[in-house]
């Protein structure tokens, strides 16, 4: 239930950061209409200084009415600017974090609340003593002020953003805090031994779209029936097709799984717990993060850009990440484990991190000897990060990414220069596994 309710809030998020305070405007207008229209002895509560006779508030509310009108087109045609700027830029992925930022979206709520909340004053107020001092002038001018001081925020955010170096430290700490928490679960995983399972059977998708999470409480109601373990075919973020294979589910060895139409029942219940959604999930999938990092970089090495500097910085970023992530030797998680029945998440084997990572950026940068150099050396860097059991397959792809870009480089000083990282990864390699780095 709760990553179908986070699944809602994901795909609604946008709405819901807009109307929030559009709805406390309303909240407003409720204290308005219950203080200066139904229970009007309750002024007498109220400090004199906190109310305004009718004409002064109706003359705040109807300029704060136009006032919010306008700021709230200008507050929209900046955000579209900087979103234009992020998509042209950088990448269209990263356009989603500007909005996500706290007062940015919310701040066109807060205008557009404001302007209802003064129009909406001004109508129930009309009718009240032309002598009755009134509350409502007096909160319209609270709101505004807070307004202003939101939206303050809102212009240093957008300073802030509007900046390359930025965007890229933005997406990189979000990608490193998703990465750490995928590591830890990682190291603290262990399986089902080879000897105590069967060989499983597949199970199919049900639906089409982007693989975004398991509903891993529904998941593990179904699989309590039968002890077995359930292990993912399909990674967060992937597209999946109607009867496409999802999952492998495996029997503890001795036990038995249902038959017949029983089990048809049964495997399509656990395929109803794969959550698939239209877009990706961009809030907990590493992955998601690492392809914004890449995608920043091929832009800044393309033609019409040429800023191999940003190039740079994405790649030193990128390989800092996976040497965190390949500190650990599992590619898996355990994400749930009850009453004999596992629940397991394989992830991208390193050879295959390795390869989506860098394959773009590798053909379209290998000319480039800058690039080739950062390249190698973020390998390397990753190599002194890994895990013993996992430098095997990173010192192969280093191989291969040298070979690469010895091939393509015509200069001789260019060769020599990553000839030189060549000797140095090879000094690492050589090193005893268990000696420090």
């Known amino acids: 239930m709760k990553a179908k309710i986070t699944l809602w809030y994901n795909n609604h998020r946008n709405g819901i950061n807009t109307s929030k305070f559009t709805f406390l405007s309303f909240v407003l207008l409720v204290i308005v209409w219950l203080v200066d229209i139904r229970y009007p002895d309750l002024n007498k509560s109220i400090p004199e200084f906190f109310l305004l006779t009718k004409d002064v508030s109706k003359s705040f509310l109807s ?58 004053s001004l109508l129930i107020i009309q009718d009240v003593a032309e ?7 007096t909160l319209g001018i609270i709101y505004a002020i807070l307004s202003m001081v939101y939206f303050m925020k809102f212009v240093h955010k957008v300073l802030y953003s509007i900046k390359g170096v930025n965007v890229i430290q933005d997406v990189y700490e979000e990608a490193e805090k998703l990465i750490q928490e995928e590591s830890d679960l990682r190291k603290e995983s262990t399986r089902y031994l080879e000897e105590e ?50 999952a492998e589910i495996h029997s503890k060895k001795g036990k038995n799984l249902p038959q017949g139409q029983d089990r048809k029942d049964w495997l399509d219940a656990i395929a109803k717990t794969f959550l698939l959604n239209p877009a990706k999930n961009d ?8 392809t914004n990092l890449v995608e920043i970089a091929l832009r800044a090495i393309s033609p019409g850009i040429n800023d191999p500097n940003t190039a740079i910085n994405c790649i030193g970023k990128i390989c800092n990440l996976l040497g965190q992530l390949f500190s ?42 800058s690039i080739a150099k950062t390249i190698l050396e973020g390998i390397l860097h990753m190599y002194i990060q890994a895990d013993g059991e996992v ?11 040298y070979q690469v ?22 000094k690492q390699e050589e090193k005893p596994r268990n000696s420090p780095s």
């Open 63 to 120: 300029n704060l009415s136009g006032v919010f009108l306008t700021v709230t087109t200008f507050t929209l045609t900046t955000i579209l600017t900087v979103l234009t700027t992020y998509a042209s830029n950088f990448t269209p992925r990263v356009v989603q974090k500007f909005i996500d930022k706290p007062h940015v979206l919310s701040l066109i709520g807060v205008f557009v609340g404001g302007f209802f909340y003064t129009v909406l």
């Open 131 to 137: 002598d009755q001092k009134l509350l409502a002038g």
């Open 197 to 246: 399972i069967q060989s499983g059977f597949p199970i199919y998708s049900l639906e089409t779209g982007y693989f975004y999470d398991l509903n891993e409480d529904d998941l593990l109601k179904v699989l309590t029936k039968y002890p077995c373990e359930l292990v993912t075919k399909v990674k967060i973020g992937e597209y999946v097709l109607k009867d496409m294979e999802i």
């Open 283 to 290: 809030q907990a999938d590493y992955h998601h993060e690492i």
């Open 328 to 369: 650990t030797k599992n590619n898996f998680i355990l994400l749930k484990s009850q009453d004999d029945a596992n629940v397991v998440y394989v992830a991208y084997s390193v050879e295959e991190e390795l390869y989506l990572t860098f394959y773009q950026l590798i053909h379209y940068g290998k000319e480039d000897p």
């Open 391 to 401: 430098k095997t397959s990173i010192a192969s792809y280093y191989h291969d990414c």
């Open 405 to 426: 870009f010895y091939d393509s480089l015509t200069s001789k000083r260019d060769r020599e220069k990553i000839q030189d990282l060549y000797q140095d990864f090879k």
